[in-house]
């Protein structure tokens, strides 16, 4: 059974930071490119973040580049993505999330996902 298990989203003033972590069991995590989205009330969920399975290779949303960074730890089965400079913009529901490794852009696995709240 595959579990991915978001923590660390909170309520921070504008330019605050938060580290979110993933935690992923139940597949081979190595061999799977992960990714962040985020679903803000009202919108349709978007792409923040991705990372390929070594971590050699990060792709980031114009709105989020500069700002977040995504990274990997293949050895805890983890997926972090340190949001730094915050806006209020930034408000929403953080999902990580595992991608078909065969098929690009199609993510398999979803965790539960965890709230940022950035307030002005």
């Known amino acids: 059974q595959v579990q991915l298990v978001e923590s660390g989203g909170g309520l921070v003033q504008t330019g605050g930071s938060l580290r979110l972590s993933c935690a992923a069991s139940?597949?081979?995590?190595?061999?799977?490119?992960m990714g962040w989205f985020r679903q803000a009330p009202g919108k349709a969920r978007e792409f923040v973040a991705s990372i390929s399975q070594s971590g050699a290779f990060t792709s980031y949303a114009d709105s989020v580049k500069g700002r977040f960074t995504i990274s990997r730890d293949n050895a805890k089965n983890t997926v972090e993505l340190q949001t730094d400079s915050l806006k209020p913009e930034d408000t929403a529901v953080y999902y990580c999330?595992?991608?078909?490794?065969?098929?690009?852009?199609?993510?398999?696995?979803w965790g539960q996902g965890t709230q940022v709240t950035v307030s002005s």
């Open positions: 999330a595992a991608r078909n490794p065969l098929v690009s852009n199609k993510y398999d696995y």
């Open positions: 139940g597949l081979t995590f190595s061999s799977r490119p």
